[in-house]
């Protein structure tokens, strides 16, 4: 069966330092992936998503970016983090089958990692 | 471009009642939509996934229908119970990014 880790689950980090989140995910070939923000008490905003490896479309400009070294690895990065960066993010994953009626499987989120920046 | 809204944005009924949450999308050339559970500081929980040839999917007590032609999506909880009480995501794909778009939630309470 499929599952996505997400890690850490918390992270306090203080301001001007380097951000590195990691998603990784078992069980199925060439996903797509995404990275997701939400802000408390907010709705989930697009930052990342990528068809393939080395391949990353940027929905919001600002300090962070993303990269994806392997089929099934996703990272968020920042070099130098802003009060504003504190929130919570969320890593996912969704496979499209090109079928007669092309089907998509839906869309399999992590756990989160809340980062505060302090 | 896909936007998702949610009506009404919070909930409070008494348990056992039965309740539905609405859901409307601009872009009805979507091939499917899902909606998702979240619970306070967690992740989120698939409930249905509904795809375009589908009217409604059921799970449980839940059930979700899908009108593409008018761009809405309802979810009915049946005989409610304080365990529902979570925020309730709507979420349609943006074609044109190869991602979901998310409504702002319905946030309900179901007192015991």
């Known amino acids: 069966s499929q599952t996505i880790h997400q890690w850490p689950a918390t992270l306090v980090q203080p301001v001007g330092s380097p951000l590195s989140l990691e998603c990784t995910v078992e069980?199925?070939?060439?996903?797509?992936l995404y990275w997701y923000r939400q802000a408390a008490g907010r709705g989930l905003q697009l930052l990342f998503y990528s068809v393939g490896i080395g391949q990353i479309s940027s929905e919001v400009p600002q300090n962070l970016s993303a990269s994806r070294p392997q089929d099934r690895q996703f990272i968020l990065s920042s070099k130098k983090l802003l009060l504003s960066d504190s929130s919570f993010y969320l890593c996912a994953w969704s496979v499209v089958r090109m079928t007669s009626s092309r089907t998509n499987y839906g869309y399999t989120f992590g756990s989160g990692t809340r980062l505060t920046v302090v | 471009k896909q936007e998702v809204t949610q009506i009404p944005a919070a909930l409070s009924v008494p348990e056992g009642e039965n309740l539905v949450l609405n859901c409307s999308f601009t872009d009805s050339a979507i091939y499917n939509l899902q909606w998702f559970r979240q619970d306070p500081g967690k992740g989120l929980t698939s409930l249905l996934l509904?795809?375009?040839?589908?009217r409604e999917q059921t799970s449980g007590r839940l059930n979700a229908s899908l009108d593409k032609s008018s761009g809405r999506s309802t979810l009915y909880i049946a005989a409610s119970q304080p365990g529902d009480s979570a925020t309730y995501l709507c979420?349609?794909?943006?074609?044109?990014?190869?991602?979901?778009?998310f409504g702002s939630g319905t946030r309900l309470q179901v007192q015991p």
């Open positions: 979420a349609a794909p943006d074609t044109g990014r190869r991602a979901l778009t």
């Open positions: 509904i795809q375009s040839s589908q």
């Open positions: 069980g199925t070939s060439n996903p797509n």
